[in-house]
């Protein structure tokens, strides 16, 4: 017998029969069968029986409770409360934990009281969650497991197109290897009203898609719009240095220090891309001294590689550089 059809077999009674009558258990055992077939209602149904009936019990053993099932189990029981923002930014910490399985599947997420509710805010940010644990959400399996995430966003974007939200909603959309929709949810975006969120937004699809000139033609709209971020020297210097241009990066991160002179980032990347172009011992001196202070390692990794290629460096300078490396 299949998950599916065990689950749609499933009735409030017959669980506390089979959990002994405890509501706690009953609600494990649901919450159980949901995240074996998310897409069937029935123990849904009973879910919402047992809420109903045994609420201040429920709520009781959920407190404190940060598991994946009490999670889930909150989710829906804040959907039953009309509470659509909170229902769905905690099904989209449950989809980043464990995207393997179709939670948005579950029929309560794809009714229209929701999807005519919840608002563009709350959906950006369930769909930031979904990130949250860098799983690679780009193959055929996973498109079709966050078949009914692209459909909130569709709905919700139409409806509310609040243009921060939706840049944020095309960063799923770009992970999932959907540029398309990423590039129309910016052309929605676009028909609001110009934003800084929205150039980069699209400036990174172009830039996933490998169009290292047209991410840098949208990152410069970006720094149009908000030309004191210092982020988007760093964005922009970073894609020059991807198209050789270490004179232009290095000249970029420099600009970004007016703006944020103690950035860690921006001053190891200026220390590397100028120790690419020059060979400069001191500026390489300078990146070692920097490196261990930048968090993401494939990007202190990528600039201690970019610093590595300069001409004329002394090769004991180069070992030390590259053992802040990580393999």
Known sequence: MSKQSVAAGISLARVMAHCGGSPVAALKFLVGAIASAPEVPEPYTALAELWRDRRSVLEEGLTGDGSLSAVLAQAYFLFLEGNMDDAVMALGSVTGARPDVAWGTAPWFGDASLLGAVSAQALAEACLRTLDYGHDLDTDPMRERFAPWFHAIDVVSRRNPVPESLAAMARLLRACGHYELAFALCDRADAVGPD???????????????????????????????????????????????????????????????????????????????????????????????????????????????????????????????????P
Not at 225 to 249: E, I, K, M, T
């Open 196 to 326: 800084m969120w929205t150039a980069v937004a699209r400036a990174s699809t172009w830039r996933a898609l490998g169009d290292l000139e047209q991410a840098a033609v949208a990152f410069e709209s970006a720094l149009d719009l908000d030309p004191a971020n210092w982020s988007l020297y760093l964005d922009l210097a970073d894609v020059r240095a991807a198209q050789g241009d270490f004179a232009a990066a290095a000249a970029l991160a420099e600009r970004g220090l007016k703006h944020e002179p103690h950035e860690i980032s921006l001053r190891a990347a200026g220390a590397a891309y100028r120790t690419r172009m020059s060979g400069s011992s001191d500026d390489l001196r300078n990146l070692i001294a920097l490196a261990p202070q930048l968090t993401n390692a494939p990007y202190r990794n990528l600039l201690i590689s970019y610093a590595c290629d300069g001409p004329g460096l002394p090769p004991g300078l180069m070992v030390e550089a590259r053992r802040l490396s990580n």
